[in-house]
């Protein structure tokens, strides 16, 4: 709109304004470490030309900005996404108290060994319930029945007055010494005993009624004494069980389990709350749910074997499917997942033939990332995440099974048990059906994570690496200058970046002031265009040496190309590289010198 605006209001002035407001937003949003990234040169040769055609070309560039703002736009969104602080005392209040009520409950948890009764815990419950159930079931049945098959006799008046004695009175109708009182345990199948042989009794004595009665009041008075001795003995038969339980009150418990993730454990300092926090975020700072998923994956890492699985030696074949190499402008370590080396069919079928080749490789991919996350550093102001770059040229596709199966369970378990280790998912080179398939799953996935995607296609990705990784560091491979071995250049040597348009030329001076040896190395992602190189002497008199004819590179040609000149004196090497295509190019290039005697 602003720049409709200035069009409307000022037509000859506003162009030229408009195009250095142009300029400058790219420069700031792609690559802020490069101040010196010389794009805009080429743009004084405009006011040579007439009027007439610096509106015309006034009229494209503002077109084109207002594409690739949109654009811009997009990949901003993920840009500005920040991880969010780790330091408790920067912590909204909610999330506060969240942590803190997290830490405690699993306090309780190392002080009741939780995470390690857990497994038994969890067995226990699953068999008792049916077999409880049966149980009840006899019980009531064993009970009708019992009731039914009570005869009358049984229900007389005579051990109606019996039941009201305790059941002592059969023993002493039979000896005139009263026994020790019974245990409150047996008192009921005394009762029924008592109840049984007095009616026994009962029967045996109706010859002489007078007997009878006098036996009965003579039980009753003595079984109405004992409870009187039972209430004077049972306080000290009580007052045993307490001093014993006080005693073990008194015997000390073991000490607190200690459970460590990650080499960090769960409650000691600062990388505590950084490990504890992943699984807040991950669940939404709901403290159950945090906390549930916390002892689930202590108890997957002991089942899995996760200590003892790091010192395995699984071999090295899938070393080119996933590799570390770099970091991204904010420093967070760079993991690459190259699915095309799949469509080597040898190392298909050895990764994903059978059950056992697919563990073994979920096994290798888990051994990746556990040392990979050990680099990390867990200090609140640290950085304790990393960036996965996806790279899906020629991938296999979601037609092979078994690929699709293993990548399935792989992302299973590191979604349940390695919460918030990745800043960054840019997926590059993506081809039309993954677009596709990523746009019926994207309702379903959460803003938070949608706004950790980056998606490029194949012209686009390195173009969308370099917003997030600097060219130094990018592999080159995805049109970046790392490369391994011993090279002149390292990830330390800084690279310019500059943008070449469509049928431009642009030139690249280094200049030299003593006897040196000067080296540089350049590229361009697509190539297409022509290079050449000359040293220009600063004496008036002095003679142009051509380094390097001039002579089209295509992309099939060289990757990088490396040169260097000796020279005795002061001069400057120019580089030119002229881009005859429609589009445009994107140069990156890098010099030093070195000392130079004869």
């Not at 055609?53 to 920040?82: D, G, L």
């Not at 906390?291 to 108890?299: L, P, Q, R």
């Not at 059950?355 to 304790?384: A, C, H, M, V, Y």
């Not at 142009?544 to 190309?561: F, G, H, L, N, P």
Request: glycine share 4%.
């Amino acid at each position: 709109m602003a720049q409709e605006t200035l069009n409307s209001e000022s037509p000859p002035a506003a162009p030229a304004q408009e195009l250095s407001v142009v300029v400058e937003k790219p420069q700031v949003t792609e690559k802020e470490p490069q101040p010196s990234a010389p794009a805009p040169l080429p743009e004084p040769e405009v006011p040579e030309k007439p009027a007439v055609v610096a509106v015309e070309e006034e009229a494209v560039e503002v077109e084109k900005p207002k594409v690739e703002e949109k654009e811009e736009t997009k990949i901003t969104q993920s840009v500005s996404f920040k991880e969010e602080t780790n330091i408790a005392g920067e912590l909204p209040e909610p999330q506060k108290k969240a942590l803190d009520e997290l830490k405690q409950r699993i306090q309780e948890a190392l002080n009741n060994h939780e995470f390690t009764a857990k497994p038994e815990a969890e067995e226990k419950p699953v068999a008792e319930p049916e077999p409880k159930k049966e149980e009840e079931e006899n019980k009531e049945e064993k009970k009708e029945e019992k009731e039914e098959e009570t005869p009358a006799a049984a229900i007389s008046e005579e051990p109606k007055i019996v039941t009201d004695a305790p059941a002592a009175v059969e023993v002493k109708e039979e000896d005139n010494t009263p026994p020790p009182p019974p245990p409150a345990e047996a008192s009921a199948a005394e009762v029924v005993v008592v109840e049984t042989e007095v009616a026994e009794k009962a029967k045996a004595v109706d010859d002489d009624g007078a007997k009878t009665v006098e036996a009965i009041e003579e039980s009753v008075v003595a079984v109405a004494a004992p409870p009187a001795e039972k209430e004077k003995e049972e306080p000290s038969a009580v007052v045993a069980p307490q001093s014993e339980e006080t005693k073990e009150a008194q015997v000390p418990s073991p000490p607190p389990e200690e459970v460590s993730i990650w080499g960090i454990p769960l409650l000691a300092d600062e990388k505590s709350d950084v490990i504890l926090l992943k699984f807040l975020r991950a669940r939404d700072f709901k403290v159950k749910d945090a906390f549930a998923m916390i002892k689930n994956t202590v108890s997957w890492r002991k089942e899995f074997g996760i200590e003892t699985l790091l010192d395995e030696d699984l071999g090295n074949e899938l070393e080119k499917v996933v590799f570390m190499q770099g970091f991204d402008k904010e420093g967070h370590p760079v993991c690459y997942n190259v699915y095309g080396e799949f469509q080597n069919k040898e190392l298909y079928q050895n990764t994903f033939a059978d059950e056992e080749k697919r563990s073994k490789f979920l096994r290798w991919r888990i051994q990746f990332l556990e040392k990979s996350i050990r680099k990390l550093d867990f200090n609140p102001t640290g950085i304790n995440t990393m960036v996965q770059v996806n790279d899906l040229k020629n991938s296999p596709g979601p037609g092979k099974k078994e690929l699709r199966q293993a990548t399935n369970q792989a992302l299973n378990l590191l979604q349940d048990n390695y919460p918030e280790f990745v800043a960054k998912q840019v997926f590059i080179n993506v081809p039309w059906w993954y677009l596709a398939f990523n746009r019926m799953i994207s309702p379903f996935l959460t803003q938070r994570t949608k706004s950790k995607f980056v998606f490029a296609s194949p012209a686009k990705s390195a173009e969308t690496l370099f917003k997030y990784i600097a060219p130094e560091q990018v592999p080159v491979q995805y049109g970046g200058l790392s490369r391994e071995g011993e090279q002149e250049f390292s990830v330390a040597d800084a690279v310019t970046e500059v943008t070449i348009k469509p049928a431009a030329k642009h030139s690249v001076e280094f200049p030299i002031t003593e006897n040196c040896n000067l080296v540089w190395e350049l590229r361009v992602v697509g190539w297409e265009v022509n290079y050449g190189a000359e040293f220009v002497p600063t004496a008036e008199d002095g003679y142009t040496v051509i380094v390097s004819k001039t002579r089209k590179v295509s992309s099939a040609d060289e990757t990088v190309i490396s040169d260097s000149f000796k020279t005795g004196e002061p001069g400057k090497v120019v580089l030119t590289i002229d881009n005859q295509t429609s589009k445009k190019k994107k140069l990156l290039y890098r010099s030093k010198t070195k000392p130079y005697s004869d």
